[in-house]
């Protein structure tokens, strides 16, 4: 009889073959990356729901795995050159015998959005980002991160995975076909209980965060929307990540944002905290450039006119800050 393992037949799984003395694991990538995502729900839910530390940090490193694989494998689908580091010098040869270093998993992201013109979208990119520097600490620094952000961070990129399964990679395979429903019909069973986890806590916090929802962001941790502003060390009260100082927070904003610029200094509080284009639990659609300090919205105001970037109150005039006044008044004494 074969082996069952976790609910799922390990034989069927692995499909070794013996040549002689050396079993030969005929995985190709979409069934190598279906396994890692088994793997990560066996140790997400293992524990009726509450898995322990170790459980999440394999859950953390398999499902990494699984969406580094299976992003791979519709680059490659599209063409074998472009899970290269870099396609202009690859081989053939080299490809066959996979003797190569191949792209990062966001360069696949970007590569499956330019090239292959595919709608990953802002996102999902963060959560596969935030998933993908948690593997790293786990692996290299022992990191020993909160269990309700692992959740939250599994979640999202779970939900994304099963559908980027089935649109980009289900409808063209042929012998594996089979194999990929059976799995996918497991696992989309299995994520609705890793998501009641998250959906559980969420909404045991709606209460609390609701007359602070003009002052509550998304957190750069789990991406949920709890981390309350306004505070000398912003925490979220989902996964219990800290922002040491509203300065940090701004920081961590503005990179959720994708915004380049940097966080800009409050006139009133005389802190470099303030965060631009910020969204607010109360108007996820708004962005807003608000000092994460003393809560101060500067959306309406101007910049200096002499190009300081110090925020002017939009009735001054002329536009420009008082330090800049003080020089031109100096010059002319």
């Known amino acids: ?15 070794g073959k013996v040549v002689g003395q ?5 995985f190709t990538p979409v069934r190598n990356g279906m396994d890692f995502l088994l793997s990560a729900f066996d140790h997400l839910s293992q524990r009726g729901g509450e898995p322990g530390a170790r459980d999440l ?9 699984a969406v580094e694989v299976l992003l791979k494998a519709r680059l490659i689908r599209e063409h074998w050159s472009l899970v290269f580091s870099d396609p202009g010098k690859a081989k053939r040869s080299e490809y066959d015998k996979g003797s190569f270093h191949s792209c990062t998993v966001l360069g696949a992201v970007d590569r499956l959005n330019n090239i292959v013109a595919l709608q990953i979208s802002q996102e999902q ?9 948690t593997r790293n600490a786990l692996t290299h620094l022992g990191h020993t991160g909160s269990a309700y952000a692992v959740e939250a961070q599994a979640a999202l990129v779970l939900d994304f995975l099963l559908t980027f399964i089935h649109e980009e990679l289900r409808p063209v395979l042929s012998s594996e076909g089979p194999y990929v429903e059976t799995t996918m019909d497991q696992l989309n069973a299995r994520l609705l209980d890793v998501k009641s986890l998250v ?5 045991r916090l709606m209460q609390q965060l609701a007359p602070l929802s003009d002052r509550t962001i998304q957190c750069p941790e789990c991406q949920q929307w709890a981390v309350v502003v306004g505070e000398d060390a912003p925490t979220c009260r989902f996964c219990l990540f800290v922002c040491e100082t509203p300065q940090q927070a701004a920081v961590h904003q503005m990179e959720l944002e994708a915004n380049t610029g940097d966080v800009e200094l409050c006139p009133s509080c005389d802190a470099y905290s303030v965060a631009l284009g910020v969204r607010v639990a109360k108007n996820k659609t708004a962005h807003l450039d608000i000092c994460l300090g003393c809560l101060t919205d500067y959306t309406a105001w101007r910049h200096c006119d002499m190009g300081c970037e110090t925020f002017v109150h939009p009735e001054a005039e002329p536009s420009l800050c008082e330090a800049c006044l003080t020089d031109i008044a100096d010059q002319f004494h």
């Not at 069952?4 to 692995?14: L, V």
């Open 57 to 65: 940090k394999y859950a953390v490193l398999h499902l990494q795995a």
């Open 1 to 15: 009889m074969r082996e069952q393992r976790n609910g799922h037949d390990s034989a069927a799984e692995t499909r």
């Open 22 to 26: 050396q079993r030969d694991m005929d």
């Open 125 to 133: 990119r963060k959560a596969i980002s935030n998933l993908a520097d």
């Open 199 to 203: 959906k559980h806590r969420s909404q």
